[in-house]
């Protein structure tokens, strides 16, 4: 009975502890890059409706918390031109780290607006652009892993954000809305036709124990 009694007294407080981890998901609300067409070239994208990752916090008193997660996405955006018979498609992975402070606000005990802010890093990993190339009626193809329009393969900003803390037995839901501000392109195109969008709109949904 009393190694009962100390199981469940350890079970619990292990839920008590001011440190919380989980996975959270969500979706763009902006899109990652921009592409536009000219009379020579053009660029096509395809936003990736996903985020996923994994995040923790660590819970201090009067509401307070800092938060870190690990996010990932996947892009692409594709390249034709007329002039030079040329088609190039590019894909990478793109991870996100944002390190956020976090303030809840005293409402009912199960339901918690907050707000946070911080700073982000992003970094690009698996870039590669396979090219086709079409020369006197001879096709050729190459690949490469730093294409003319990267510009920079990491970047930081800032974040803010909102959302509310739904606290069901151990489980804590937080959808959220951030807005980041990113400080640098990672692609631009000379002529001005793709670059990436240095604002970023997210929805999130946190499932932390």
Known sequence: MRLLFLL???????FCQPFSFGVKAGVPLTDFLSAAESQNV?????TNRYI????????????????????????????????????ASTTASDF?????AKYRFPMIKKVHPFV????AFDSLAGVKQE?????????SASSTS?????QNSSTRGFVIGGGIDIHFLVIHL????????????????????????????????GITF
């Open 174 to 205: 937080q959808p959220e809305i951030r807005y980041t501000r990113w400080g640098a392109q990672h692609f631009f195109d000379v002529n001005g036709l793709l670059h990436s969008n240095v604002n970023q709109g997210e929805f999130l949904l």
């Open 8 to 14: 469940l007294a350890g079970v619990a407080g292990a």
């Open 96 to 100: 996100e780290f944002p390190l956020l």
């Open 52 to 87: 996923a990752g994994v995040t923790a916090e660590l819970r201090l008193p009067f509401g307070l918390g800092v938060e870190v997660d690990a996010l990932y996405r996947h892009l692409n955006y594709q390249e034709s031109s007329g002039t030079v018979p040329i088609a």
């Open 116 to 119: 946070d802010a911080g700073v």
């Open 131 to 139: 090219i086709a190339t079409v020369v006197n009626g001879i096709a």
């Open 146 to 150: 730093n294409p003319s329009q990267l």
């Open 42 to 46: 053009s660029y096509f994208t395809t």
